[in-house]
């Protein structure tokens, strides 16, 4: 073989290897999801839309996927209806905002397998048709589709209390119905029970049998390191943590993606500002995902956070603490592989 050819076809071999497996440090922008007493609400009264400033602020960190939640209700006003023309609007100006950072987007549908109407939440397979799921997403990625810079849909955040074969199969036609719209973005598909990382095995092991003629599903585990690891780092539970509590948590889902082949994100994992010994969990956390080239996305920003204690929506202009740990695994990303 010719010395040129040989290494024009190493160079698209690396090329190829490095898109598939690149990674990132993301962040969840919340506001969209807020207001849930009041549906659908007002806008910039009971719930925000990111602004340019804020995805500046964020771009500028070397965030390079910015993930918003929304909710289902206002999406789409009645199950099976038509989508809500003001709202999608603003998700339109949202991914526009995010294109001109140059800022992949990713959709996530913050409803954890309920929909409220009429004051009545209904639950995914008992009220809720299994098939209303997938209606409300071929609709999304009709709409969407023309938008190169959407890196995925995450179908439906932390569902819970849903029986495992409901999940699946409203998992599977869901990325059926947004195959007829859209076979290039990722649909990211969250395990039941809150999608805990450490119990993924027991609780999600089928859903390594859904099918995607695109190839690109992309399976999302939680990962909180506080005692009852839900994120809420209570005082009552304020004992020193174990400095690789969350490597133990993580490694369970690691495995199982690398046992079935396949590909994952740690849709959400945080810590309090004001308590440094969460420092160094973190750290050894971000090391350890690097080492398996698992992206994940920090919960979270947003500016209605107020005195949230996890949120890195900067006061006054000041990083929040959290923020250089972060910034090093940002660095250390985008420095090893390549942007998503």
Known sequence: ????????????????????????????????????????????????????????????????????????ERIQRSLFGNLDSNETN???????????????????????????????????????????LPDVWKKIAQTLSGYPNVYGYD???????????????????????????????????????YSYCFDWIYNNDKLKNLKDLSDKIIYDAHCYFDEDHSGRYQKKFNKYPDPNIGVQRVKPFISWLEKNHKKGIIGEFGI???????????????????????????????????????????ANGIDKPQMAILKKYINRFSSSTNNP
Not at 107 to 132: C, D, S
Not at 289 to 301: E, F, G, T, V
């Open 272 to 314: 309090p500002a004001n308590e440094e010994k969460w420092f160094v969990v973190m750290d050894n956390f971000l090391n350890y995902i690097h080492q398996h080239n698992l992206s994940a996305k920090y919960w979270a920003a947003g500016k209605w956070w107020n005195q949230y204690d996890l949120s890195i929506e900067p």
């Open 90 to 132: 603003e998700l339109k100006k949202f991914i526009n905002r995010c294109n001109a950072f140059n800022e992949k987007v990713i959709i996530t549908l913050q409803n954890f397998g309920r929909y409220k109407q009429n004051k009545k939440e209904l639950i995914l397979g008992k009220e809720l048709p299994v098939t209303a």
């Open 1 to 72: 073989m010719p010395k040129l050819l040989f290494v024009i076809l190493l160079f698209c071999t690396i090329s190829t290897y490095a898109q598939k497996d690149s990674t990132f440090i993301g962040i969840n922008i919340c506001g969209p999801e807020f207001g849930e007493k009041n549906f659908p609400g007002n806008l910039n009264t009971d719930y925000i839309y990111p602004d340019f400033p804020e995805i500046d602020y964020f771009s500028k960190k070397g965030f390079s996927v910015i993930s918003l939640p929304v909710k289902w």
């Open 155 to 193: 179908i439906m955040n932390e569902p819970f209390d849903i029986k495992e074969k409901v999940w699946f199969e409203t998992a599977q036609q869901t990325i059926d119905s947004i195959r007829k719209y859209d076979t290039s973005v990722n649909i990211i598909v969250d395990g039941l029970s």
